[in-house]
């Protein structure tokens, strides 16, 4: 991924969204009427696994859908430039968490 991830981030006041590592599981996941599109909440997390704020994002959108945990590089602005998932980032996160 090159270009920033279109999402409605929502990062709380005091953090510096730069520090964002971990996109933990969805949660209020909204389907459109066609049953195949959703949307979900995901809550973003830094490295040590303290919650940052939370992202809005469409499932098509990220490489394995809403339910995977998720690895982020940041730009200077706290949007996603880089999103992957797996077994060893699932793991790096629920070590920290």
């Known amino acids: 991924m090159t270009e920033t991830l279109d999402a409605r981030y929502n990062y709380a006041d005091d953090v510096d969204p730069t520090a964002a590592e971990f996109l933990g599981s969805a949660h209020d996941i909204a389907y459109g009427e066609s049953g195949r599109t959703a949307t979900g909440v995901k809550e973003i997390y830094s ?42 980032i699932a793991d790096a996160f629920y070590a920290v968490r």
Do not use: C, K, M, Q
């Open 47 to 88: 490295a040590e696994g303290e919650r940052l704020g939370d992202i809005v994002v469409w499932a098509r959108d990220l490489p394995a859908g809403l339910n995977d945990i998720y690895r982020v590089e940041t730009d200077a602005d706290g949007e996603f430039v880089s999103v992957e998932t797996g077994d060893d």
